[in-house]
């Protein structure tokens, strides 16, 4: 990578560059065109960042003034611990940057926050072919078997 990367957290004049990204994170989970995600649920999310009363939390990767990722992640408690866990929810990264360190480099940085918070564990889910995703998550995490069922309400 030519230039200096920094994670940070997400700030409200980033939403510019969060954007394109989003959509691209939400197109690759086939969350688009006639299955896009309703747009108040992008500018809910978006408000939820920015509000320091919501568990909700946003890193963004940041080469030479433009965003070139995202990781989205929330505490919770857990039944099993008796401190909070950390859920990554969204990491991606601009398709033309991939295989530089950019998604490691976020993960690194939730795990960094996780810990800042006292959180116990940071987890996250993926499909099953998402080849390239689960490459850099078998170098960074351990794989535990678990299978996600959900049912829509």
């Known amino acids: 990578m030519s230039s200096q990367l920094t994670i940070r957290p997400l700030a409200s004049s980033d939403y510019d560059g969060w954007r394109p990204l989003w959509d691209g994170y939400n197109a690759f989970y ?9 747009e108040p649920i992008t500018q809910a999310t978006w408000h939820r960042f920015l509000d ?9 990767a940041e080469q030479s003034g433009r965003i070139v990722g995202l990781a989205h992640y929330l505490f919770h408690r857990s039944t099993t611990r008796l401190h909070d866990v950390c859920y990554l929810q969204d990491l991606f990264t601009a398709p033309g940057l991939r295989g530089h360190g950019i998604g490691r480099r976020l993960i690194e940085g939730v795990y960094a926050a996780a810990r800042d918070a006292g959180s116990s564990r940071v987890y996250w889910h993926t499909q099953t072919g998402n080849a390239a995703g689960r490459a850099l998550y078998d170098k960074v995490a351990k794989h535990l078997g678990f299978i996600v069922y959900t049912h829509e309400l």
């Open 30 to 38: 086939q969350r688009s065109g006639p299955t896009a995600l309703p």
């Open 52 to 60: 320091p009363a919501e568990p909700v939390h946003a890193l963004v």
